[in-house]
């Protein structure tokens, strides 16, 4: 029965030699050579008990067998390893089980302001490199910065290196005119003061407005009153000047009533 006692001895020598030798088996198959000299050692004990070349042959073999075992081992009893042990860290992963973590990565850029890690592969945005509004590096642009230039004859300006255009105010100026029109429908024709509003830049136009009325006596630029009810009108001046006056009334031609 000694041999089964040193059968025993071996498998219980087997499972201490596999859990102190899995971490340096993955890292160089150290534990499986430890199982056959350990196999080998328990065998020589045995031969010397029992004197049976038999039982020596057995526990070799047995001893073999495991190691054997230990060899196909799967990756995940490594994990289990971790999970006892702790990981064994090259700087962002596990050598042992794979397993990745956030930091001590290997950064390398990648262009377009992004940095990949050469280990796990996990990416990252970093800075951009601004020159006025536009980055050097992934040539991106942003809403500040710019170089604006005016283009002739618009009141537009553009960045010189985005191509961004935006609008300006205008800068209107004045400038006035004098036309000849008839009172309504009366037949009295009078000098009126145009008032023409355009942009000093890209020449838009506001239109014209009256701005006064000429004398007819003194050539004096006054003040008007023209008023209408829809049926009839009533055109008043008076000349600040020279007293010269005007008072016409007449009915407008869309009109389908008479006076009351």
């Not at 205008?170 to 429908?185: D, M, Q």
């Not at 630029?221 to 006056?245: H, M, P, R, V």
Request: hydrophobic content about 30%.
């Amino acid at each position: 029965m000694a041999y089964f006692g040193v059968w025993i001895l071996t498998i219980v020598w087997s499972v201490i030699t596999r859990c102190t030798k899995l971490e340096r088996f993955y890292d160089g198959g150290i534990a499986t050579l430890s199982l056959v000299a350990g196999g080998i050692a328990v065998g020589f004990v045995s031969v010397g008990l029992e004197a049976d070349i038999g039982v020596f042959i057995l526990l070799v073999l047995g001893a073999g067998a495991g190691a054997v075992a230990l060899s196909s081992l799967k990756i995940s009893e490594a994990i289990d390893l971790c999970s006892i042990l702790g990981h064994k860290w090259d700087n962002c992963k596990c050598k042992r089980c794979g397993t990745t973590r956030d930091e001590e990565h290997k950064w390398i850029l990648e262009g377009n302001c992004i940095e990949r890690c050469s280990i796990c592969g996990k990416a990252r945005s970093i800075e951009h490199e601004w020159k006025d509004c536009k980055c050097e590096r992934c040539g991106i642009t942003r809403g500040e910065g710019h170089k604006w230039e005016l283009l002739k004859g618009r009141c537009i300006k553009k960045c010189s290196i985005c191509g961004t255009q935006i609008e300006i105010s205008h800068e209107f100026g004045n400038t006035n005119s004098r036309k000849t029109e008839e009172i309504g429908n009366t037949g009295r024709y009078v000098d009126f003061r145009y008032k023409h509003s355009s942009c000093k830049r890209c020449n838009i136009e506001m239109g014209n407005q009256r701005a006064g009325m000429y004398c007819p006596e003194c050539n004096t630029i006054g003040q008007y009153n023209w008023t209408s009810d829809g049926d009839y009108a009533e055109f008043l001046f008076n000349c600040s000047n020279c007293g010269y006056k005007i008072k016409e009334e007449y009915r407008e031609p869309n009109s389908a009533l008479g006076r009351t």
